[in-house]
């Protein structure tokens, strides 16, 4: 699993009540190279840490992937996004965000950065009565910065993003996830999609556990044109579970 953007774990709650933080840590293990045979080089195993924290001008979210092979950490990703809220009831706000990281290729030791960028632009939140149920919208500017090799040329994008929160069953199962759809010229078709739906069971909600937040589930990477196989392209559709678990703090 090489995460995007983890936004999909955050309750959007958070940001209406503007009084609470949230930190988790993920594990998640790889079914890409059981169900295709050109992706050997993906790594299998990958934590998420996570945080989350509003305040009275906005909110703050980052995460970090890192991504390990089995002699040590093959890579790691991460993003900063800020909000700033521009009305009272905080349900529209200004969106800066940072996205960059780097991995390795187990067979040359060459490390790759990634061609880094910085996004901009609006987004708007939503939740139900209970916040069982939340919604988010982003439109953002996107530029990415000249990259290490001589075809990585900066140039400036535009990306959607949604992101979603369903929960049921009194708390006991967590839907959430996101999707984001963002132009680059260098994709067949010169957009990219990227969407990773999350289903988890929170052991917390069972009567007895109560302090035992601890969450089992799976995330599913559905991506076109996003994920770079044995043959050096990223053209293709891919739909890759995971087995996951997550602690939150």
């Given amino acids: 699993m090489n995460s995007k953007k983890l936004l999909s774990v955050i309750s959007m709650s958070f940001v209406f009540t503007g009084m609470a933080m949230a930190q988790n840590v993920q594990f998640h293990y790889d079914m890409g190279r059981a169900l295709y045979d050109d992706v050997s080089n993906r790594p299998q195993v990958t934590t998420t840490i996570e945080m989350f924290k509003p305040d009275k001008w906005g909110s703050t979210f980052l995460f970090t992937d890192l991504d390990y092979g089995h002699d040590g950490v093959a890579g790691a990703y991460w993003e900063i996004a800020r909000e700033f809220n521009v009305c009272k009831n905080k349900q529209w706000a200004a969106h800066v965000e940072y996205n960059g990281g780097m991995t390795s290729d187990k067979h040359t030791d ?65 839907f959430s996830g996101y999707c984001d759809v963002w132009y680059d010229k260098t994709v ?43 043959d050096g392209k990223n053209n293709k559709f891919y739909a890759i579970p995971t087995v996951a678990a997550k602690w939150t703090f």
């Fill in 110 to 174: 060459y490390t790759t950065r990634f061609q880094h960028a910085v996004l901009a632009g609006g987004a708007w939140n939503w939740a139900n009565a209970d916040f069982s149920r939340t919604f988010s919208v982003q439109l953002l500017y996107k530029y990415y910065f000249k990259g290490q090799n001589p075809w990585n040329k900066p140039f400036s994008s535009v990306q959607l993003t949604e992101v979603w929160g369903i929960e049921f069953a009194k708390g006991l199962c967590t």
């Fill in 188 to 230: 067949d078709g010169n957009y990219i999609i990227q969407s990773e739906p999350q289903f988890w069971f929170n052991l917390n909600a069972i009567k007895g556990m109560n302090d035992v937040n601890l969450s089992l589930g799976s995330e599913v990477e559905i991506s076109n044109n996003f994920i770079w196989n044995d």
